[in-house]
């Protein structure tokens, strides 16, 4: 079993900055990719950045692109996500997540594919 906490989130104007992290427990997730997911009110599911299990590969959802970064430090088992220039629409539930499988990455996986999930965490944007 593995239990994922993130933490980080919080209110923040417009063009401000949050790190996310998402602490992992129970087993070493280092062999696994895992995604930063994120949900607003109303709205399904979007990915918004993955890594690779062995932090070298990282792929982000383009209205994320350049403004976020994912990285992750397998000492502490935990990976982060940093977000600058923060909009108004990027208010949401953020969520980490690991694949189901070890030593594969495929970078737009859906939901469906990650099988431990976080509880979430607010972020709000205000303008």
């Given at each position: 079993?593995?239990?994922?906490?993130?933490?980080?989130?919080?209110?923040?104007q417009?063009?401000?900055?949050?790190?996310?992290s998402?602490?992992?427990?129970?087993?070493s997730?280092?062999?696994?990719?895992?995604?930063?997911?994120?949900?607003?009110?109303?709205?399904?599911?979007?990915?918004?950045?993955?890594i690779?299990y062995?932090?070298?590969?990282?792929?982000?959802?383009?209205?994320?692109?350049g403004?976020?970064?994912?990285?992750?430090?397998?000492?502490?088992?935990?990976?982060?996500?940093?977000?600058?220039?923060l909009?108004p629409?990027?208010?949401?539930?953020?969520?980490c997540?690991?694949?189901?499988?070890?030593?594969?990455?495929?970078?737009?996986?859906?939901?469906?594919?990650y099988?431990y999930?976080?509880?979430?965490?607010q972020?709000?944007?205000?303008?």
């Amino acid at each position: 079993q593995v239990q994922l906490v993130e933490s980080g989130g919080g209110l923040v104007q417009a063009e401000g900055s949050l790190r996310l992290s998402c602490a992992a427990s129970g087993r070493s997730v280092t062999m696994h990719s895992v995604a930063w997911f994120r949900q607003a009110s109303g709205e399904g599911r979007e990915i918004v950045a993955s890594i690779s299990y062995s932090g070298r590969y990282t792929a982000y959802g383009d209205s994320v692109k350049g403004r976020f970064t994912i990285s992750r430090d397998s000492a502490k088992n935990t990976v982060y996500l940093q977000m600058n220039s923060l909009k108004p629409e990027d208010t949401a539930v953020y969520y980490c997540a690991t694949f189901r499988n070890s030593d594969v990455y495929i970078p737009d996986s859906p939901p469906s594919d990650y099988d431990y999930w976080g509880q979430g965490t607010q972020v709000t944007v205000s303008s």
